[in-house]
C-alpha cells in the first residue's frame, strides 16, 4: 500500500539546518533528503522506516520547504506557478507517486477544498486522514478527511462529538536517534525546558506559571522560539492600550451594560470577549533564562544533556497526558518531570517513571529533591527510558497505526 505524507516542519528548524549546511543549496534532491534525514530534521524518514517492513510504500514530503520541493520540480521538468509553488508542487508530487493513502500531518495549511481537489484528480486515493494536535481554526477542515488521528484524548472527544471520525494515536521515540547521540559525557544541565511559551494564545498560562516559579529559584535554561520574540516600543504601546480598553469594557460590563450595546463598538467588543488583559507575549521574568530554540538531533541532545527536564501539556489537553515531550524526554534517558494527568498512569508509573506535580509550588519542591538526589534521579531516568523503548518506541505506534488504515479502508470497501 502506498502512503503519501505531508508535513510541515518549523521554518526556523529549516534555518537552523540550512545554516549548518549551506552545501544543501547545491546538492541533488536525493542528496537532500539524506542530509535531512541525518539531522533527523522533521522526523522525515521515521514513519517511512517504521512502515515499510509492514507492507507499506511511504513518499514524504516537506511541503512549505522551497529549497528542496524547488529542487524536485527542477530535476523533473515540473512547471509550476511561482505563487502558488507549494500546492502546485506538491499536487504534482502526489499525482505522481499515486498513493493510496494521503496522510496530512498538519491540516490547518490546506484548504478542504484544495484537499478535495486533489483528492477528485488523484484516482487512486482510497483514504484521506489528518493530524490535529492542538487547537483548529474552525471546524469545516475536518470534513475533508475520512479520520482524523490526535495524541490528545480531548481533541478524540470534541472531534467524535461533532460527528467527525478520529481516533486516538499516541505520540512514540524512535531509539534509533540513541546512536546518533553522545550518551558517554555527563549532563551538563542541571534543568531544563525545550518547547514554546506565548501568555497570550490561552494555550501556555498553566506552562508560563510554573516556570515563573521555578525561575525564582532554580537555574533553568529555556530553549524556546520565544527566544526571537521582541516587544517593541510600538507592540508595548499597542498592548497597554489594548489592556485599557479591555479594562474599560469589563466596567461596562460590571455595571450591566447590555452585550448588544457593546457589539456596536467593534473595538469593545473585541475586548469584552478575553477572558485575561493582553500581556506581553513573552514573560519578562523568564527570558533572562531563554535560549535560541533546539531542533532535531541537537534538540535531542540538549535533553540528554539535562539532569531533568520539565514537561507541561497546552491547556487545551487539561485531564490528558499527550505530548511528544513525555516520550522524548524519557527515550533519551533523561528524568521528566511532567505535570500530573488523570491518564499518565496508562504511560508510566509516576514518581518512579516520571516524577509528576500537580501544583507549581509542587513542581518546584520536585525539581530541588531531583537535583539533590542524582542516584534517585538517575533511577527514574532508567525506568523511564526501558519503559519509553518497551511500550512506547515508534515501531509499535506503526503497529498501531497500520491497524487503524486497515480498519477504515475495510470500512469503506463495504461501504462502496
Avoid at 25 to 41: D, G, K, L, P, S
Wanted: charged content about 20%; aromatic content about 10%.
Amino acid at each position: 500500500m502506498k502512503l503519501f505524507k505531508i508535513a510541515i516542519p518549523f521554518w526556523q528548524h529549516w534555518l537552523q539546518l540550512y545554516a549548518e549546511h549551506p552545501e544543501l543549496n547545491a546538492q541533488t534532491w536525493t542528496e537532500q533528503q539524506a542530509t535531512i534525514n541525518h539531522n533527523w530534521f522533521g522526523f522525515p524518514h521515521a514513519w517511512k522506516d517504521a512502515l515499510e517492513p509492514l507492507g507499506y510504500e511511504v513518499f514524504e514530503v516537506l511541503a512549505n520547504v522551497d529549497l528542496v520541493q524547488k529542487t524536485w520540480a527542477a530535476e523533473r521538468g515540473f512547471a509550476y506557478d511561482e505563487t502558488a509553488w507549494k500546492y502546485d508542487i506538491l499536487k504534482g508530487q502526489i499525482l505522481d507517486f499515486q498513493p493510496d493513502v494521503l496522510f496530512v500531518a498538519d491540516m490547518f495549511q490546506f484548504s478542504p477544498e484544495w484537499i478535495q481537489a486533489v483528492r477528485e484528480s488523484c484516482p487512486s486515493i482510497r483514504l484521506v486522514m489528518g493530524w490535529c494536535g492542538g487547537p483548529w481554526p474552525n471546524d469545516t477542515l475536518f470534513n475533508a478527511y475520512d479520520f482524523t488521528l490526535s495524541c490528545v484524548p480531548e481533541i478524540v472527544d470534541i472531534l467524535s462529538g461533532q460527528g467527525h471520525r478520529t481516533f486516538h494515536l499516541n505520540h512514540s521515540f524512535d531509539p534509533r536517534i540513541l546512536d546518533r547521540l553522545n550518551i558517554i559525557q555527563p549532563p551538563t544541565i542541571d534543568f531544563s525546558f525545550i518547547g514554546n511559551i506565548n501568555r497570550n494564545n490561552q494555550f501556555h498560562v498553566a506552562r508560563d506559571a510554573t516556570l515563573e516559579q521555578l525561575v525564582s529559584e532554580v537555574k533553568v535554561e529555556i530553549f524556546s522560539l520565544a527566544f526571537y520574540t521582541n516587544d517593541s516600543l510600538r507592540t508595548n504601546v499597542r498592548r497597554l492600550a489594548k489592556a485599557q480598553v479591555f479594562g474599560l469594557a469589563q466596567q461596562l460590563k460590571g455595571v450591566g451594560l447590555p452585550g448588544s450595546w457593546l457589539d456596536r463598538l467593534p473595538v469593545l467588543s473585541s475586548a469584552a470577549s478575553l477572558s485575561t488583559p493582553p500581556r506581553r507575549a513573552v514573560n519578562p521574568r523568564l527570558k533572562p533564562f531563554m535560549q535560541p530554540p533546539r531542533f532535531g538531533i541537537p534538540m535531542f541532545q540538549a535533553l540528554r544533556d539535562s539532569k531533568a527536564t520539565f514537561n507541561s501539556h497546552i491547556d487545551l489537553s487539561a485531564n490528558s497526558a499527550s505530548n511528544m515531550r513525555l516520550f522524548e524526554a524519557t527515550g533519551v534517558g533523561t528524568c521528566l518531570v511532567t505535570d500530573h494527568k488523570a491518564n499518565l498512569h496508562e504511560l508510566f508509573e509516576p514518581d518512579r517513571e516520571v516524577l509528576t506535580y500537580s501544583s507549581p509550588d509542587e513542581c518546584l519542591e520536585k525539581v530541588k529533591w531531583v537535583l539533590a538526589n542524582p542516584q534517585k534521579r538517575d533511577e527514574i531516568a532508567q525506568a523511564g527510558q526501558a519503559r519509553t523503548l518497551k511500550e512506547h518506541a515508534l515501531p509499535l505506534r506503526a503497529i498501531q497505526l497500520d491497524e487503524i488504515l486497515q480498519h477504515e479502508l475495510q470500512r469503506l470497501t463495504a461501504l462502496v
